[in-house]
């Protein structure tokens, strides 16, 4: 009888740890790899913390869109107002010049006081305009960036931006791209983004 008990205790813990190893798909932490001329960017998605944004950018990304985009704006301390909050990072996406971006939903925004996120060095982050306007475009901090957490400085609203994910390799290129020559924000001429696919 004991034996018997032990046996059923034992599949139930079977079972139960197979479940937790394997959690949801919109829990579980998903890799992508960014594609560019310069070399690949390897982004590790929190699905468990940022579940929206995960969510969102992953559709963007299954449906090719991002094939063929590009790094386009660098912020850096150099080209930004003296007596502004400073941020440090390179941004990419469906925005062009010369084609429009296509109409995608917009995000519910999930700040960092929500998700227990920091912009640290490798953060990738939706950019916006108001809170629950992102879509497509996001940005890779190149060194840690609080100002741009939920409360700090860099946005007048005080919501931050929706960290969703970190670069686990290819920080270097990262700054490589961060380097590129660039006039008044903008790239000259923008990296392109071969793709962004599951890694």
């Not at 063929?68 to 941020?87: E, G």
């Not at 990738?124 to 609080?146: K, L, N, Y």
């Amino acid at each position: 009888m004991i034996l018997r008990h032990l046996s059923i205790s034992l599949i139930l813990i079977a079972i139960f740890s197979g479940c937790q190893s394997h959690p949801s798909g919109g829990t579980r932490r998903v890799e992508v790899v960014i594609e560019t001329i310069e070399g690949d960017i390897i982004v590790e998605l929190y699905g468990d913390k940022a579940p929206e944004s995960v969510k969102a950018f992953l559709a963007v990304v299954d449906q090719d869109l991002y094939q063929r985009s590009s790094f386009y704006r660098v912020m850096n301390t150099d080209n930004q107002a003296s007596n502004a909050p400073k941020a440090e990072f390179i941004q990419g996406g469906l925005w062009s010049r010369i084609k429009k971006r296509p109409t995608l939903p917009m995000v519910p925004h999930e700040s960092t006081e929500q998700t227990g996120l920091t912009h640290q060095a490798g953060t990738i982050s939706f950019a916006r305009e108001a809170p629950g306007t992102a879509s497509s475009e996001f940005f890779i901090c190149v060194d840690d960036q609080p100002g741009l957490d939920f409360g700090g400085p860099n946005n007048p609203d005080g919501q931050g931006y929706a960290a969703f994910g970190k670069v686990i390799r290819g920080m270097d290129v990262v700054r490589k791209i961060y380097r590129k020559p660039e006039n008044d924000q903008y790239f000259e001429p923008p990296i392109t983004i071969i793709n962004i696919e599951r890694n």
